[in-house]
Every structure is written in structure tokens, then in C-alpha cells.
């Protein structure tokens, strides 16, 4: 079965950055990235997850929250099936754990991948 994984995650100081990766694990024909969104969640403990950004398909749409707007960049590589967040001048609020996402265009729930998370951790 497909997994995504993530790696990246870190301790760095307030205004530095890192990059996170997210690849996939598993038989590679099962997973064909082109048909998936491909999104980065973030979580604190008690809060819910939420959406930090997102990119529909290759050369499509972009989203971003509010909050990381300006200072993170998400891409893509369908061919080689890996998704990376781009993170600078990190802030203790971008604290969290990260995780990666594909959901099908379809949006049926039961094609929907998570990864495991990766903490990223911002010291002031």
C-alpha cells in the first residue's frame, strides 16, 4: 500500500527555514500523483489540523493560509512523486507538527493519504 512520508522537520531558530519533503513509499504503480491535490496540514497539541497550503495539480491553483502567505512556497514533482514546503523566516507560531497530504480529485475519502507528521520546532 502507498504510505507518504515525510522528512525535513527540525529545530531552527526564529527567522530561519527549513524545507520539508514528502515522497511515497510503496508499490509505485499505486500511486500516481497527477490525479491527487497535494496539501500540507500543520497541528498543535488541542487544536485542530489545519491547512497551511495546497496545490490542486501541477501548474494549477495555489493556496496558502493566511499566516504563511509571503513566506512559505509549496512545489511539486509528479514524475518523481514528492512534494516540498519551502519555509523561511519561521516564527515560534509555525511550531507544529507537519503533515503531508494527497486527496484525489475525486475526493473520494477512501483514496485520501496522510503522512505520519514531521516537528518543526521554532526557538525565539
Known amino acids: 500500500q502507498v504510505q507518504l512520508v515525510e522528512s525535513g522537520g527540525g529545530l531552527v531558530q526564529s527567522g530561519g527555514s527549513l524545507q520539508l519533503s514528502c515522497t511515497t513509499s510503496?508499490?509505485?504503480?499505486?500511486?500516481?500523483?497527477?490525479?491527487?491535490?497535494m496539501s500540507w496540514y500543520r497541528q498543535i497539541p488541542e487544536k485542530e489540523r489545519e491547512l497551511v497550503a495546497r496545490?490542486?495539480?501541477?501548474?494549477?491553483?495555489?493556496d496558502y493560509a493566511d499566516s504563511v502567505k509571503g513566506r512559505f512556497t509549496i512545489s511539486r514533482d509528479d514524475v518523481r512523486g514528492t512534494v516540498t514546503l519551502q519555509m523561511n523566516d519561521l516564527t515560534p507560531e509555525d511550531t507544529a507538527v507537519y503533515y503531508c497530504?494527497?486527496?484525489?480529485?475525486?475526493?473520494?475519502?477512501?483514496?485520501?493519504?496522510w503522512g505520519q507528521g514531521t516537528q518543526v520546532t521554532v526557538s525565539s
Open positions: 497530504n494527497a486527496r484525489h480529485w475525486t475526493n473520494d475519502e477512501r483514496k485520501t493519504l
Open positions: 510503496g508499490p509505485p504503480s499505486g500511486f500516481h500523483m497527477s490525479n491527487y491535490a
Open positions: 496545490n490542486t495539480r501541477l501548474y494549477g491553483p495555489t
